[in-house]
């Protein structure tokens, strides 16, 4: 039997629950459950899977797989159960080391554990590490993202984004992939469909001009402007507009994952009142003879 089991569907809330521990610190995994369990009720066929230690939730370690449109492995582990994340990274055979796959927002109390394990077990694994980048977490409570006031200029109108859209969004997404272009299509159409994404179109013909997206793990992501639109603040309208329906429709806390040294977004998102909480890693592993 493998050490990981998984997690049935009405215990992912109590998984969930129990990260609220030193609040806001791992509210991203919180709200990456919060978000899994959403997307559930949902598409009950959504390839998205919560495994624990012997199927513990209490065991203060998981791994949360998605294969749907992309092979995206999210890790957790408390401080005092990094030796358990190490043990279950090597001896679980539910993890397909042949695929690429994205380990998002690894949280500095136990990156240690992930980059202990790439070092120790790459050969054995046949893996390496084809992509590392480090962004800031973002974070605004609701009771604050209730105060925004959101003003839209005259040429302008708020919407939300549909299918309609997700070309057009995917054609200048900087990260999709130029691979494989329909996986990334897809894991865009999810998002739209599953979450949300609001827009910011010209009144005159209707074009979108700047959008952000209620990304996959639960927070705000693929935030972007139309060069010839830029420097006039529409972003922040269209950020100040998701976080404000949030907070109200869902009754949730906002927070966005920005790159480091992306410094036009992290004053954005400093202008709107977030505050960074810590650095988080993202890392992309490949299969050795599929690096390039």
């Known amino acids: 039997m493998d050490i990981l089991q998984p997690v049935p569907l009405n215990e992912w809330n109590l998984l969930r629950d129990s990260l609220t521990r030193d609040w806001p610190t791992y509210s991203y995994y919180y709200y990456l459950i919060h978000n899994a369990i959403e997307w559930k009720k949902k598409d009950a066929e959504f390839k998205l899977q919560i495994f624990c230690p012997n199927g513990d939730v209490n065991a203060g370690t998981f791994l949360c797989i998605s294969a749907q449109t992309c092979y995206i492995v999210s890790v957790f582990t408390f401080k005092e159960s990094k030796d358990m994340l190490l043990k279950v990274l090597k001896e679980t055979k539910l993890v397909n080391w042949n695929e690429l796959i994205l ?6 109390h136990f990156s ?8 120790t077990e790459a050969n054995n694994k046949n893996i390496t590490v084809k992509d590392k980048h480090m962004s800031g977490n973002y974070f605004k409570p609701k009771k604050e993202c209730l105060k925004i006031e959101v003003s839209v200029p005259e040429e302008c109108e708020l919407g939300h984004l549909d299918e309609s ?4 969004i995917h054609s200048v997404w900087p990260h999709r992939s130029e691979n494989e272009p329909e996986k990334s299509c897809e894991f865009i159409a999810s998002i739209v469909k ?3 994404g609001i827009g910011l179109f010209l009144k005159e013909d209707g074009n979108l001009v700047s959008w952000i997206l209620h990304f996959a793990w639960g927070g705000l992501g693929a935030l972007q402007t139309i060069e010839e639109y830029k420097r006039r603040g529409y972003g922040k309208i269209a950020v100040k507009a998701i ?4 907070a109200e429709e869902e009754n949730l806390d906002s927070f966005a994952f920005v790159v480091n040294e992306n410094v036009p977004s992290e004053r954005l998102f400093e202008s709107l009142g977030y505050k960074r909480l810590q650095n988080v890693t993202f890392y992309t592993i490949a299969p050795k003879n599929n690096s390039g």
């Open 194 to 196: 599953l979450n949300r």
């Open 243 to 246: 976080t404000k329906e949030i």
């Open 165 to 168: 859209h997700i070309p057009f």
């Open 112 to 119: 240690d554990v992930l980059e202990n394990f790439i070092n």
């Open 103 to 108: 380990f998002p927002a690894v949280h500095p």
